[in-house]
């Protein structure tokens, strides 16, 4: 890859040093020849913006730009109409690879989203298949195991064993949960939400988890809220993964703040953490299905909360904090649906 990409670089530098050379060797009244190697430029420019986007364009643009400012010296006539016509064709280059390159830039995030999409939709047909396949199993594992456990006395040093086994049975259950939600199409039940109810409602519900881990949970609550249209359940989900996450990933003593801001075209909530934060190599694959750096996760709980809030026309991301440890994390939903999500919140996938 490394290899790739230098060969990249160097195949443009030596087009850029090529054309520049034979500006400087070709004779003053050679005018078709250097409006001809004028016209080359564009060559390493379309190059670069197809290779590195806006940054690859913009670069080849100054060098190009550094370097034939001394021939443009050299030719000067006092401003002439020969002159003019050079200064508006470097104006029109410098627009054509800033056009290049913030094109360029949207068709690769483009390209990337319908890629992901692609693998998410596939991901999300063989989980549904192994989870199906699982929860029949464990079902009845964790019917017979109960049963036995139930006709024994409390003092059986068996009945200890059989605990153990259904704990770790229920636990296999709620991961197999977590992959058919993951995998099943988003349906929404559309009514009003009021935000800030619903945080509050989460803060106390989770107060218990917080407290076991000596973890508190601030609100800091904004009086202007407006009222959205969403699914109350669904959202509540967004907020248990973010929160529970949050402070799972909390050292002891420290709180997570749980922050309600409005923005011009709808709500934030913000769940601020001080744990030890998101390394750099992990920041792209937070959201990816079954990456998990805690132990017996299932890494669909952030995968989900994605799911529905791009299923509410809003959008999730984080960012490390500024002056302390932990991170961020952000979901923006509209007032209402967007125009092509109202069909999904009534019912439809």
Request: glycine fraction near 8%.
């Amino acid at each position: 890859m490394l290899a790739t990409n230098n060969t990249k670089i160097t195949f443009i530098g030596l087009m850029i040093v090529c054309i520049t050379v034979l500006h400087y060797v070709a004779l003053a009244e050679m005018q078709y020849e250097h409006a001809f190697l004028r016209l080359l430029y564009y060559v390493p420019l379309i190059f670069a913006g197809l290779w590195y986007g806006l940054k690859g364009s913009l670069v080849v643009c100054v060098t190009v730009i550094v370097l034939f400012t001394p021939h443009v010296f050299i030719q000067w006539h006092g401003f002439s109409a020969e002159d003019f016509d050079l200064l508006m064709e470097g104006v029109l280059f410098v627009g054509i690879a800033i056009l290049l390159g913030i094109l360029m830039d949207r068709e690769k995030r483009h390209m990337k989203a319908l890629m992901e999409s692609r693998n998410l939709a596939a991901v999300g047909r063989a989980v549904n298949e192994i989870a199906h396949d699982m929860k029949s199993p464990l079902m009845a594992i964790g019917g017979f195991v109960n049963q036995v456990a139930r006709k024994m006395p409390p003092e059986d040093p068996r009945r200890k064993k059989l605990d153990i086994v259904i704990k770790e049975t229920s636990r296999l259950e709620e991961m197999v949960n977590e992959m058919l939600e993951f995998s099943r199409s988003v349906r929404l039940n559309k009514s009003p939400v009021d935000i800030n109810e619903l945080v509050m409602d989460m803060a106390k519900l989770l107060s218990h988890s917080g407290s076991q881990s000596n973890v508190q949970l601030v609100t800091e609550i904004s009086p202007d809220l407006p009222t959205i249209m969403g699914d109350r359940d669904k959202i509540q989900r967004i907020l248990t993964n973010i929160i529970t996450n949050a402070i799972q990933a909390s050292p002891e003593g420290q709180k997570v703040r749980i922050i309600t801001e409005s923005r011009a075209d709808g709500i934030a909530i913000k769940v601020v953490d001080y744990g030890a934060g998101i390394k750099a190599d992990q920041q792209e694959s937070v959201f990816h299905p079954f990456f998990t750096t805690k132990k017996g996760g299932t890494g669909l709980g952030l995968g989900v909360a994605k799911k529905i809030t791009e299923a509410h026309g809003g959008k999730i991301y984080f960012y490390p904090n500024q002056g302390h440890p932990g991170v961020t994390f952000v979901v923006e939903l509209p007032v209402d649906f967007p125009p092509d999500q109202k069909g999904a919140a009534h019912g439809r996938t």
